[in-house]
């Protein structure tokens, strides 16, 4: 066993729970324009169902996720209506505040009714330790990062090669044109968000298995995520599957070689590079405007 | 006449003004006479023995403020079944500082313009409590606490304050004995980042270190998911054992113990580790290896009469005890040991009973902790036997705030 080899993979595990969690920021990005800072505390609510489901009512895990997964499609839906399209296309990003309260009022149910203290979430497959190309990981890591990297894929496929997807992209280029086209930029924003809450009800089972179910987490990935985003580029998907399989191993192999104190500073000045160097991101499309 | 007529309305509605006004006045005199009257004295006729708490009932420290209401409740009812303190019913006031220390201070000033309480709760954090002693000082009014912080429990700054949570020297000092028991001479120490994680590691450093042996200081981000980092990089060094600290989950660092391939490495995790349960939250391989030290009260091993006071006054007040029992015993004992020292002197002029609790006078209440917490005339927080207080327990099941232990 090699000490770089488990430092990377333990990178990639940080970094496709970003991937997930960006992946529902994207999602609503390109559809309502909007920033979902509450997405996180979605994939957190749902670790909490997956304790609910799985470990206290013994359901079994492909139920959980269903579960989840409506649950996390019905939080999505009432975030639309109450938090963005009320303030979202004003021009004064809203969103960003009443998305934000969101979260706290998600934690704050998550509080009141699970506490404070962490509830396990059962293994997905298996907690086993085994070794991959040199380095120590857990099957249910492993299968993680698998789902990180096949939903990411799946979703930019989507955004590419369906009707739906590329009207999403249009309402992203320009809202006001893509209407004047008969696209539906209401029903498809609704859509978006329940399909965001969707994925992040439907991954608490696996998130879980490395984070357990803890009401602090979705603060931690709130900012991390975010990062990735910025640093694969907003609303793009390859760059959100780039940025988390990058960011995630730097912050580790930080962790590993210098301490937990350098990796907040460490990753912050990778964004600023990154943002020096290609504003946009490094998959990011840069926007002309007409003035 | 017609200015005639002004002046006379001017005159009416300047009699009526006075009059609602002095109506006014005169009400809310009553009504704060009868609510005097009410807080001071009891059917008994002796005034009330008013305690006020000021505790996080909501925000950061909700979670564990609950249990040390508990605890303070579990104590005034038992000295109420008593008869009372010099036969004066105990009262407790709470008060929700929301876990905001400036809030803590603005309601005890608010509290002390109606007069000053019998005896305080000064706060469920250190910080609370700090804010709030300046003034329980300045008004020479105990003010008992939970903190654990030596600066708290520095008598020569803060002469009221008095708290039975023990101090870090005492925890080293148990880890120590039982480290050197085993033989292990390297010890790797992981603490969480942080004012209390920072001062644990300093402490066990100091102790360990000043016992002849090695120590190898890592920390962690208290945000983590993962302690892999760090662990490995204690792994480098070669410990004989790692001493681990951890309030909120340690269950990640016995997660990333198995990845870091130190299954065979004995973990000794601090009483911070044993706060809550986490006996669900780690596999059977996670846990092998792993000793926890607790406060024996939490323990079912725990045979103390004063322990089984304290369970049964929590259960019939239908407290369900969530968290270890410490948290509630830590209240139970601070409010009692004042109680014994107030009998002992048959007073409670503040400076009598504080030499009292010093120099822990009083036995008429039992405690759940120890019999001595330790009090001396330069240090008010817990400084007792490590061995009464803690014992060394496998990674178990938690029931009613206490871990079942396989006899």
């Known amino acids: 066993m090699t000490i770089v080899e488990t430092a990377l993979l333990t990178g990639l595990v940080l970094g496709s729970i970003y991937i997930l969690v960006g992946v529902g920021y994207n999602i609503v990005l390109i559809t309502s324009g909007a920033f979902n800072f509450a997405q996180a505390a979605k994939v957190m609510l749902a670790t909490f169902l997956a304790y609910q489901f799985g470990v206290v009512a013994e359901l079994p895990t492909p139920l959980v996720m269903v579960f989840g997964a409506l649950i996390g499609a019905a939080v999505g839906l009432a975030t639309e209506l109450v938090a963005i399209r009320p303030v979202a296309g004003k021009g004064l990003h809203g969103e960003l505040v009443t998305t934000v309260g969101v979260s706290t009022i998600i934690t704050g149910i998550v509080v009141t009714i699970w506490g404070t203290n962490v509830r396990p979430v059962n293994a997905f497959v298996s907690a086993e330790v085994i070794t991959v190309l040199g380095g120590r990981i857990t099957v249910d890591a492993l299968i993680l990062v698998i789902v990180a990297v096949v939903v990411c894929a799946s979703v930019w496929a989507w955004s590419r090669f369906t009707l739906s997807g590329l009207a999403a992209l249009a309402i992203s280029e320009d809202r006001v044109a893509a209407t004047l086209r008969g696209i539906n930029v209401n029903r498809l924003s609704i859509l978006a968000m329940a399909g965001a809450g969707a994925i992040a009800g439907a991954i608490g089972p696996i998130v879980g298995t490395q984070t357990l179910a803890v009401s602090t987490i979705g603060a931690v990935v709130t900012l991390k995520a975010f990062l990735v985003l910025i640093v694969g580029g907003m609303g793009s998907f390859p760059g959100l599957l780039v940025g988390g399989l990058v960011i995630g191993p730097i912050e580790s192999l930080t962790v590993r070689y210098f301490g937990s104190e350098f990796s907040t500073p460490v990753l912050f000045a990778v964004l600023l590079i990154v943002l020096l160097v290609k504003p946009e991101g490094l998959f990011g499309q840069k926007i002309e405007r007409t003035v | ?407």
């Open chain 2, 1 to 407: 006449m017609k200015n005639k007529t002004n002046s006379r309305q001017i005159g009416w509605r300047r009699r009526l003004v006075t009059a609602i006004s002095f109506m006014a006045v005169m009400s809310v005199a009553a009504t704060g006479c009868a609510a005097t009257s009410a807080s001071s004295t009891n059917e008994s006729g002796k005034a009330d023995f008013v305690l006020y708490a000021s505790l996080g009932r909501s925000g950061a420290s909700a979670s564990f403020a609950s249990s040390i209401e508990a605890g303070i409740n579990a104590a005034v009812a038992t000295v109420n079944d008593q008869g009372g303190l010099l036969g004066r019913p105990m009262k407790l006031e709470v008060e929700n500082n929301e876990s905001v220390a400036t809030k803590a201070v603005s309601n005890l000033q608010n509290r002390l313009r109606n007069g000053a309480p019998d005896l305080v709760w000064a706060g469920s954090t250190s910080s609370e409590t700090l804010a709030m002693l300046s003034l329980t000082t300045r008004e020479k009014v105990i003010a008992l606490n939970n903190a654990s912080a030596p600066q708290i429990g520095e008598a020569s700054t803060f002469p009221y304050s008095f708290s039975a949570g023990v101090g870090n020297e005492a925890q080293a000092q148990f880890l120590l004995r039982n480290l050197k028991e085993k033989g292990h001479k390297t010890i790797g120490v992981l603490t969480a980042k942080g004012a209390f994680g920072e001062a644990l590691s300093s402490q066990y450093k100091k102790t360990f270190e000043g016992a002849g042996l090695t120590v190898i200081p890592e920390s962690y981000e208290p945000d983590a998911v993962e302690m892999d980092g760090p662990l490995a990089r204690i792994r480098d060094k070669g410990p004989d054992a790692v001493v681990f600290n951890d309030f909120v989950h340690p269950a990640y660092i016995l997660a990333s113990r198995v990845k870091a391939g130190m299954g065979n490495v004995p973990f000794y995790g601090d009483a911070s580790t044993t706060i809550n349960d986490m006996s669900k939250t780690v596999s059977a391989d996670q846990k092998e290896g792993v000793t926890l030290m607790s406060y024996k009260v939490q323990t079912t091993a725990a045979d103390r009469p004063a322990v089984k006071n304290l369970i049964q006054t929590l259960n019939k007040a239908n407290v369900s005890i969530s968290s270890g029992l410490y948290l509630y015993a830590l209240a139970y004992d601070t409010v009692l040991a004042y109680a014994n020292a107030v009998e002992a002197t048959k007073s409670t002029d503040v400076d009598k009973v504080r030499t009292a609790m010093e120099s822990g006078e009083g036995k008429k209440y039992a405690l759940a902790l120890t019999d001595n917490i330790g009090w001396t005339k330069d240090v008010h927080i817990g400084a007792g036997e490590d061995a009464e207080l803690f014992s060394l327990i496998p990674v178990s099941p938690m029931v009613a705030g206490q871990f079942q232990l396989q006899k």
